[in-house]
């Protein structure tokens, strides 16, 4: 199932970075495919995520910044991150104050490009190492 | 000694115990940065420790506010008053009259030694050193003996030792056993001090530590006393979850502390393969999963295919 | 010139027979600070103290009158005076006090102890 699979990548990311609490993938258009959030309520987040994205995009393509790359908010209790997957999808990664942001900088970029293929191409394994 | 690095060595700290004692001989200020799992930096001043960054042990900022000491609303005001000033904001949370200034320097002694139990009990594999005068939010004036930390960190490891059953690893999910929900129910206070209400299978001891404010090591006991108690589970050096009702492999998790012939593990954060999964967060699988395309045309965004979870039955 | 802990501390250090002074953190038994005479087995006693303390705690439980206050072990040579200071963030510290038996009683260092508590952490 590729519901497995994009499941056992989300976890895979939170397990590799310290501090990820919760992470979600969505569609452009607000809809949640998978969540892994705990209590967060998904379709929320998925509306609100993908309307982030869209609007970041949009920022750094205004001020001539070239492709966005990563969007994140540090609030006192933790942060939030979105990053685009292909054009078709949004991975929404919920960390706390200890998340190790650096790391998620790394690993985000393998799990995203997995996370898309997972969606757009035939089924594939999720990654192994 | 303005650069300098240090490869992999033994013991519980690796590295990291040679590097602070050179540090200290040099009275070196700078950044000491960590690389391993917890990696982090420690801020030196004169040889002595101010401040330590690890994502496996709470800052002094996480400390105040997630216990409720300093509100986030009063914390922001002092931060925004200190930047703006250009002053410590340690001074102004005392100014302020929202610490003290003994308790101040309690928390981040406290939080200092927590951070070093953090690298003790995870792996250092090298540690580099860059002079300079680094800017931390809250440092420690003056800074900690290093060896005092370094020997509380030992101490911190010998006491977790002595306590039956596995090593608990730090990046270990905490799950309540069954008697659990009898104790809550019973008992208005836990007898954990609110720790049994937090636990709910996703959050790994380091986890806790931040959502509680309290540093590992006193969450790692506090897990130890409640493991001992029956009241949770944590899965084992080996990956096999006790309780596990639907047989899945799950996946190994790194033990800590040295091997039976006294070598450091190597430590990986990454796990040996994914794990194999069952639902994620305790709700029945949707019936329908939309997946999207994106159109050939590069036109917006719309579902393409709407499938029916028989229809992916073969994927 | 030392910080307002460290300060705090010597002027409880400055009574009459005291030995040595610590601040305990009870959650891990951590000295966080110490000064006077070092004292090779205050490391071991600061972790039995604070186990002490949290396991009194326990059995008091939440009181009318108020929660532990203080604890007094009677040694051959000395007095040891631990005073809970504060409750959040944590389980609080302890004040802890090495007095000479032969040079202040234990009403005494008790009284003085709890003069100086309230200023260790402000």
């Given at each position: 199932?590729?519901?497995?699979?994009?499941?056992?990548?989300?976890?895979?990311?939170?397990?590799?970075?310290?501090?990820?609490?919760?992470?979600?993938?969505?569609?452009?258009?607000?809809?949640?495919?998978?969540?892994?959030?705990?209590?967060?309520?998904?379709?929320?987040?998925?509306?609100?995520?993908?309307?982030?994205?869209?609007?970041?995009?949009?920022?750094?393509?205004?001020?001539?910044?070239?492709?966005?790359?990563?969007?994140?908010?540090?609030?006192?209790?933790?942060?939030?991150?979105?990053?685009?997957?292909?054009?078709?999808?949004?991975?929404?990664?919920?960390?706390?104050?200890?998340?190790?942001?650096?790391?998620?900088?790394?690993?985000?970029?393998?799990?995203?490009?997995?996370?898309?293929?997972l969606?757009?191409?035939?089924?594939?394994?999720?990654?192994?190492? | 000694?303005?650069?300098?690095?240090?490869?992999?060595?033994?013991?519980?700290?690796?590295?990291?115990?040679?590097?602070?004692?050179?540090?200290?001989?040099?009275?070196?200020?700078?950044?000491?940065?960590?690389?391993?799992?917890?990696?982090?930096?420690?801020?030196?001043?004169?040889?002595?420790?101010?401040?330590?960054e690890?994502?496996?042990?709470?800052?002094?900022?996480?400390?105040?506010?997630?216990?409720?000491?300093?509100?986030?609303?009063?914390?922001?005001?002092?931060?925004?008053?200190?930047?703006v000033?250009?002053?410590?904001?340690?001074?102004?949370?005392?100014?302020?009259?929202?610490?003290?200034?003994?308790?101040?320097?309690?928390?981040?002694?406290?939080?200092?030694?927590?951070?070093?139990?953090?690298?003790?009990?995870?792996?250092?594999?090298?540690?580099?050193?860059?002079?300079?005068?680094?800017?931390?939010?809250m440092?420690?004036?003056?800074?900690?003996?290093?060896?005092?930390?370094?020997?509380?960190?030992?101490?911190?490891?010998?006491?977790?030792?002595?306590?039956?059953?596995?090593p608990?690893?730090?990046?270990?999910?905490?799950?309540?056993?069954?008697?659990?929900a009898?104790?809550?129910?019973?008992?208005?206070?836990?007898?954990?001090?609110?720790?049994?209400?937090?636990?709910d299978?996703?959050?790994?001891?380091?986890?806790?530590?931040?959502?509680?404010?309290?540093?590992?090591?006193?969450?790692?006991?506090?897990?130890?006393?409640?493991?001992?108690?029956?009241?949770?589970a944590?899965?084992?050096?080996?990956?096999?979850?006790?309780?596990?009702?639907?047989?899945?492999?799950?996946?190994?998790?790194?033990?800590?502390?040295?091997?039976?012939a006294?070598?450091?593990?190597?430590?990986?954060?990454?796990?040996?393969?994914?794990?194999?999964?069952?639902?994620?967060?305790?709700?029945?699988?949707?019936?329908?999963?939309?997946?999207?395309?994106p159109?050939?045309?590069?036109?917006?965004?719309?579902?393409?295919?709407?499938?029916?979870?028989?229809?992916?039955?073969?994927? | 010139?030392?910080?307002?802990?460290?300060?705090?501390?010597?002027?409880?250090?400055?009574?009459?027979?005291?030995?040595?002074?610590?601040?305990?953190?009870?959650?891990?038994?951590?000295?966080?600070?110490?000064?006077?005479?070092?004292?090779?087995?205050?490391?071991?006693?600061?972790?039995?103290?604070?186990?002490?303390?949290?396991?009194?705690?326990?059995?008091?439980?939440?009181?009318?009158?108020?929660?532990?206050?203080?604890?007094?072990?009677?040694?051959?040579?000395?007095?040891?005076?631990?005073?809970?200071?504060?409750?959040?963030?944590?389980?609080?510290?302890?004040?802890?006090?090495?007095?000479?038996?032969?040079?202040?009683?234990?009403?005494?260092?008790?009284?003085r102890?709890?003069?100086?508590?309230?200023?260790?952490?402000?």
């Amino acid at each position: 199932m590729t519901e497995d699979a994009l499941l056992a990548e989300m976890r895979a990311l939170q397990d590799n970075v310290p501090g990820i609490t919760g992470t979600a993938v969505a569609s452009r258009d607000g809809l949640i495919v998978r969540a892994d959030t705990g209590g967060v309520d998904p379709d929320n987040l998925a509306a609100i995520a993908a309307t982030w994205l869209a609007l970041t995009q949009r920022m750094s393509r205004e001020v001539g910044q070239g492709t966005l790359r990563e969007a994140m908010t540090r609030s006192t209790g933790g942060y939030v991150a979105v990053y685009a997957i292909g054009a078709s999808a949004v991975l929404v990664v919920i960390g706390d104050e200890g998340l190790d942001v650096t790391r998620l900088h790394r690993e985000s970029t393998a799990t995203r490009e997995v996370i898309e293929a997972l969606l757009s191409g035939p089924p594939v394994s999720a990654r192994t190492a | 000694m303005s650069a300098r690095s240090w490869g992999p060595a033994d013991g519980p700290l690796g590295p990291l115990d040679q590097a602070l004692r050179d540090c200290a001989a040099a009275r070196f200020s700078g950044e000491l940065h960590v690389i391993g799992a917890p990696g982090g930096m420690i801020c030196l001043a004169d040889g002595a420790v101010s401040a330590i960054e690890t994502p496996w042990s709470p800052s002094p900022e996480v400390i105040l506010l997630r216990s409720g000491r300093v509100t986030s609303a009063d914390w922001e005001a002092a931060f925004t008053a200190a930047t703006v000033a250009r002053g410590r904001l340690s001074d102004e949370l005392v100014t302020r009259g929202l610490v003290g200034a003994g308790e101040l320097e309690a928390v981040l002694r406290t939080a200092l030694a927590d951070a070093m139990f953090a690298f003790a009990a995870g792996f250092v594999d090298t540690c580099r050193a860059e002079a300079g005068t680094p800017d931390f939010e809250m440092p420690l004036t003056p800074g900690a003996e290093a060896d005092g930390l370094v020997a509380e960190a030992l101490r911190r490891m010998e006491v977790l030792a002595d306590f039956p059953g596995p090593p608990l690893h730090a990046r270990a999910r905490v799950t309540a056993a069954p008697r659990a929900a009898a104790r809550r129910e019973t008992t208005p206070d836990d007898g954990h001090d609110g720790a049994l209400a937090l636990i709910d299978g996703r959050r790994t001891i380091r986890d806790l530590a931040f959502a509680r404010g309290r540093g590992l090591y006193v969450t790692t006991l506090e897990v130890a006393r409640m493991r001992g108690n029956g009241l949770i589970a944590v899965p084992a050096a080996d990956g096999q979850h006790p309780g596990d009702e639907d047989g899945d492999p799950q996946r190994k998790a790194a033990a800590v502390g040295p091997t039976a012939a006294g070598l450091p593990r190597r430590h990986k954060d990454r796990p040996a393969q994914p794990k194999r999964t069952g639902d994620a967060d305790g709700r029945s699988l949707p019936a329908v999963l939309r997946l999207l395309r994106p159109r050939a045309d590069g036109g917006p965004q719309a579902p393409r295919t709407v499938l029916t979870s028989n229809e992916l039955g073969g994927m | 010139m030392g910080t307002s802990l460290q300060e705090a501390l010597h002027q409880v250090l400055a009574a009459e027979g005291v030995r040595t002074v610590a601040l305990i953190d009870i959650a891990s038994g951590m000295v966080v600070r110490f000064v006077g005479e070092p004292n090779p087995g205050l490391a071991t006693a600061a972790v039995s103290l604070a186990d002490e303390a949290r396991a009194a705690r326990g059995l008091l439980g939440p009181r009318p009158g108020g929660d532990l206050e203080e604890i007094a072990a009677v040694t051959d040579s000395g007095l040891h005076l631990s005073r809970v200071l504060l409750d959040k963030p944590g389980e609080g510290f302890l004040l802890f006090v090495d007095v000479d038996r032969a040079r202040a009683n234990i009403a005494l260092a008790s009284l003085r102890v709890g003069q100086f508590a309230p200023a260790v952490l402000a």
